[in-house]
C-alpha cells in the first residue's frame, strides 16, 4: 500500500515571523551598529567582545576603495579552487565531474586573500578563538564578512581549540546590502554542506548593490561601479536602467551567472520577511525593488528600529482578513512586510513566488521521505541476499558460488533481488541528478551508510555475473570498463565521510562480515589473468612488469587480511583468491623466488 500522497503546499507560511523574529532580538540592530562603526573607521574590520560573543564588523567604505584601481575583471567570477583548495576544502571537496566549478566574485575573493595573508587576520583568530562568533559587513564588507565565515566553517579548528572538522563551529555571518557573491554550484555547495543557517543577508527594498549582478557582466556601467564604491546617490537614468536590466533577465530566466544562498530578509518600512529558496530569493529582489529615494547607509538602523513597531500596527489594523486560510494570510502578512502589498504592482507575482519557494523546498525533503518509505520496501531483497551469502561462506565462498551458479534454485533468487536493488539505487542517482532531492542528501549518514552497505554486499555479485558472462573478453577488465557509475558514486560519497578520513582504519577482532573493498574480487581475477599471462610470456619487459602487479596485489592482499578487512568467505578453500594463492606460490616455487 503506498503512502498517502501529503498536500503540495505547507500548512502555514512563516516568513513574516521569522523577520520579525530575527529583527525583534539584539542580533541585527548591534550588528549594523558594529557596521556603521567599521565603515567610519581607518581599519579593514573592527572586534568588539561582550562576554563570550565576539562581533567582527567588516568595512564596507575601506573593502570598496581599491575597486577605483581595478577594470572591469573586477566583477568576474574566479574558481574557488587552485591555490584556495586547502582554504575551502569541504565547498570544492565534491564538485561534480560535469558541470560548473564552484566560482565567486574576483575582487572579494582577492580582498579575503589579502586580509587573509596579513598578521592582522592571526590575531584575529586568537581574538575569537573559542567564542560565539557573529561576522557582520556592510556591502562589499558583507561579501568579506561571508567569506570569512565560509574560511572559519572549513577550518573550525581555527576557531576553536576543542572541535574536530566534524563539529561546526557556533558562528553567525550577518549582512547589510551585499552583493551576490558566487554561482550556483557555489550556492549548491553551501546547501550541500548545510551552512545555508549561518547566513543572513538583510536588504532594502530600495538599495541597488543586492541586485546589481543579476546583470550580465559586460552590462554594469561606470557610473553604477561608481556607486559600488563612493555609495553616492544615483541619478533616476541608471536606476531605470538597472530595473530594465534585471526586469529583463529575470523573466527570461536568465540572471547573469550569480545567484543567492543564506537566507535574505526583505526589509521595508512595514516590516521584514525571510525567504531561503535562492529562485525564490531571486524573484523577491526583483519584486521588491523600489526605484524611490536611494537610501544611506544608516538607512538599514532606521528600517530594523522600525520593523516590530510596523508589526504591531499592522496586527491592530488586521491587514489580513479572517476569511483566509492560515497559509495565504502569512502570505498576505509576508507582502505586506516586504514592502510590496497585497494589491500593488508585482503582488500577484509576489504571491505566486511565495507559494512556489515553499513547494519547492518542501518537494526535495518530501521525495526524500518516499524514498525512505522504499527503501524499507527493498530492504527485504538486501536481507535476501544476506541470507544467500551466509549459506555460502563454507567452501567455495560467495562471488564463486555466485559466478558458477552453485544451487541454481538460490543463484536466481539472490540474482532477482540484485536486479532490483540496482534499479532502486539506480533511480536514486537519477532523482540527485535531476535536482528531486536536498543539496546535502549525499552528505546525510543514513543514505551514506545504506549505499555503502548496499555496495558492499551486492558489487561482488556484479563482478561474478560480468565474468561469469565474459564480458571482459569483450568491454576489458571490470574496473577499467565493466564498473557501473553508481558505484563510482557511492564511493564518493563515502571517500566524503570526513570521520572516515580522520578516523582511518578500525582494528578488528574479527573478519568483517563484508570485504571492504568492493572491487577486490575484480582485483583478484586480473591477479587470475596475470599468473597464466606469467607462465607463458617470454618478454622480459612485460614478464617484468607483471610479476611487479602480481607482487603488488598479493601484499595488497595479504594487507587486507591481516587487518581482517576481508570477509571470512575470502579464505573458503575453493574460493577464487585461495586458487589463486596457490597457484602464485606454486609459481614461484617453480621459478625460485619468492617475495
Not at 74 to 79: G, H, Y
Not at 450 to 473: C, G, S, T, W
Amino acid at each position: 500500500m503506498e503512502a498517502r500522497a501529503e498536500p503540495s503546499t505547507s500548512m502555514f507560511e512563516t516568513s513574516h515571523i521569522l523577520g520579525s523574529l530575527l529583527a525583534s532580538s539584539s542580533v541585527l540592530p548591534q550588528s549594523w551598529h558594529h557596521c556603521s562603526k567599521a565603515n567610519l573607521g581607518a581599519e579593514i574590520y573592527v572586534t568588539v567582545l561582550f562576554g563570550n560573543t565576539a562581533y567582527v564588523a567588516f568595512s564596507g567604505t575601506r573593502a570598496s576603495i581599491p575597486l577605483a584601481l581595478l577594470g572591469p575583471e573586477a566583477f568576474e567570477m574566479v574558481e574557488l579552487g587552485g591555490n584556495q583548495n586547502e582554504l575551502f576544502r569541504a565547498l570544492i571537496g565534491c564538485e561534480a565531474e560535469e558541470g560548473e566549478k564552484v566560482k565567486v566574485q574576483a575582487f572579494a575573493l582577492h580582498l579575503f586573500l589579502t586580509l587573509l595573508n596579513t598578521p592582522n587576520f592571526k590575531k584575529l583568530l586568537q581574538e575569537i578563538k573559542d567564542k560565539q562568533v557573529i561576522l557582520t559587513g556592510h556591502a562589499l564588507g558583507g561579501s568579506l564578512a561571508s567569506l570569512t565565515a565560509l574560511y572559519l566553517l572549513c577550518n573550525p579548528t581555527s576557531l576553536n581549540s576543542t572541535s574536530t572538522s566534524i563539529s561546526t563551529p557556533p558562528l553567525l555571518c550577518v549582512t547589510f546590502g551585499a552583493p551576490l557573491l558566487g554561482n550556483e554550484s557555489f550556492c549548491n555547495a553551501i546547501l550541500r554542506e548545510r551552512w545555508a543557517g549561518h547566513f543572513c543577508h538583510v536588504t532594502s527594498q530600495h538599495d541597488i548593490i543586492p541586485r546589481l549582478f543579476f546583470c550580465p557582466l559586460n552590462s554594469i556601467s561606470p557610473i553604477l561601479k561608481s556607486h559600488l564604491q563612493s555609495h553616492n546617490k544615483l541619478s533616476q537614468e541608471p536606476k531605470a536602467n538597472l530595473r530594465n536590466f534585471v526586469s529583463m533577465h529575470v523573466s527570461t530566466g536568465i540572471t547573469g551567472p550569480y545567484r543567492p544562498f543564506g537566507n535574505y530578509v526583505m526589509c521595508s518600512n512595514e516590516g521584514a520577511c525571510c525567504v531561503d529558496n535562492p529562485s525564490g530569493v531571486v524573484q523577491m529582489l526583483y519584486l521588491t525593488y523600489s526605484d524611490g529615494t536611494q537610501t544611506g547607509e544608516f538607512s538599514y538602523g532606521d528600517i530594523v528600529e522600525k520593523i516590530m513597531k510596523s508589526l504591531l500596527i499592522r496586527k491592530s489594523r488586521g491587514v489580513c482578513g479572517e476569511d483566509q486560510e492560515d497559509f495565504d494570510g502569512g502570505v498576505s502578512l509576508a507582502l505586506h512586510a516586504s514592502g510590496i502589498g497585497t494589491k500593488g504592482i508585482g503582488a500577484s507575482e509576489a504571491r505566486k513566488c511565495l507559494n512556489i519557494s515553499k513547494q519547492v523546498g518542501w518537494s526535495p525533503n518530501q521525495n526524500c521521505a518516499n524514498l525512505a518509505i522504499k527503501l524499507g520496501k527493498i530492504t527485504p531483497c538486501r536481507a535476501q541476499i544476506e541470507w544467500y551469502k551466509a549459506l555460502c561462506d563454507d567452501d567455495m565462498g560467495y562471488y564463486d558460488s555466485f559466478k558458477y551458479q552453485h544451487s541454481p534454485r538460490k543463484y536466481a533468487k539472490a540474482n532477482i533481488n540484485r536486479i532490483k536493488l540496482s534499479q532502486f539505487w539506480d533511480k536514486v542517482i537519477d532523482m540527485l541528478q535531476n535536482n528531486l532531492l536536498p543539496y546535502d542528501f549525499p552528505k546525510r549518514a543514513k543514505w551514506v551508510n545504506a549505499a555503502q552497505f548496499y555496495m558492499l554486499l551486492v558489487e561482488p555479485l556484479d563482478i561474478a555475473d560480468y565474468y561469469r558472462n565474459e564480458k571482459h573478453k569483450i568491454k576489458g577488465h571490470y574496473l577499467t570498463h565493466g564498473r557501473e557509475r553508481r558505484y563510482e558514486v557511492f564511493d564518493k560519497w563515502w571517500r566524503g565521510k570526513k570521520d572516515i578520513l580522520e578516523n582511518g582504519f578500525v582494528t578488528r577482532s574479527k573478519f568483517a562480515g563484508l570485504t571492504q573493498d568492493s572491487c577486490f574480487w575484480a582485483r583478484v581475477e586480473k591477479a587470475k589473468e596475470l599468473v597464466e599471462s606469467f607462465k607463458s610470456e617470454k618478454d622480459g619487459e612485460r614478464l617484468s612488469r607483471n610479476m611487479k602487479d602480481l607482487i603488488e596485489f598479493e601484499c595488497y592482499a595479504k594487507d587486507l587480511i591481516k587487518r581482517k578487512e576481508v570477509s571470512i568467505d575470502v579464505l573458503a578453500p575453493r574460493s577464487s583468491y585461495s586458487l589463486w594463492a596457490e597457484e602464485w606460490n606454486l609459481v614461484k616455487f617453480t621459478r625460485g623466488f619468492n617475495t
